[in-house]
């Protein structure tokens, strides 16, 4: 089982809709988590971190759920900048490798 | 301002031919990560520093090495590029390995191997 699972999509979705990714992972022990958005052929970027008690960024919001050890984000009102690849990353807070990625979800905003 | 810069952008290098790329930090931070990437696939692991101690990944090939001279200043030397490596080298950052820890990325260098 991977470490960190995210549906891959694509998710094509009109301006001013309202998407929402999820993204699974398996160590119980995983410490923090993020989001991080990813243009084509460029490097990821954070977008946010996740906390416990979710958190807000404008029109994006984040969820965790230690229980279901699921994590979402939740985008409000997309906009065509919007379109990228969102990356799901668990720290598993360990020394070595601690950050798992996800393979990543495809958004596309369409006008 | 940037904080974590790699040199070149783009290399294009021959078969068989050695190749160096470079990642230079400006944010002090301990551990320092090279990860390969591939079309529509997640960020790979290829090793880490964590100050001068170096580890590998238990699955990167042998023809892929590191050196970190210093704290700010990280190289991937690739001895043999065969096609299947061409793609996106990025590297990044992390302050102290902490759970807590976000990671940065620089731009990434992106190899063509002809």
């Known amino acids: 089982r991977k470490e960190v699972e995210q549906d891959p999509g694509p998710f094509n979705v009109p301006e001013g809709a309202t998407v929402a990714f999820n993204c699974t992972y398996s160590?119980?022990?995983?410490?923090?988590f993020f989001w991080y958005r990813q243009d084509c052929r460029k490097e990821p970027k954070l977008l946010m971190s996740?906390?416990?008690s979710g958190n807000e960024d404008g029109r994006f919001t984040a969820q965790l759920n230690r229980a279901s050890q699921y994590i979402s984000l939740l985008i409000r009102d997309s906009k065509l900048s919007d379109s990228a690849t969102y990356l799901c990353?668990?720290?598993?807070?360990?020394?070595?490798?601690?950050?798992?990625f996800g393979t990543g979800t495809s958004l596309t905003v369409i006008p | 301002d940037a904080m974590v810069i790699q040199n070149p952008r783009y290399q294009v290098t021959q078969f068989g031919k050695p190749v160096t790329l470079s990642c230079s930090q400006t944010?002090?931070?301990?551990?320092m990560y090279w990860y390969q990437q591939k079309s529509s696939q997640a960020p790979k692991l290829l090793f880490h520093?964590?100050?001068?101690?170096?580890?590998n990944e238990a699955d990167t090939p042998d023809n892929f090495q590191s050196r970190r001279p210093n704290t700010s200043f990280c190289f991937l030397d690739i001895r043999s590029p065969g096609l299947g490596d061409a793609a996106m080298y990025l590297c990044a950052t992390s302050r102290s390995g902490a759970s807590t820890d976000t990671q940065y990325f620089g731009p990434g260098t992106r190899l063509t191997v002809l």
């Open positions: 944010l002090n931070h301990n551990v």
């Open positions: 160590n119980s022990a995983s410490q923090s």
């Open positions: 990353v668990v720290n598993i807070g360990r020394t070595g490798n601690q950050f798992y």
């Open positions: 996740v906390y416990s």
């Open positions: 520093y964590y100050d001068k101690d170096f580890n």
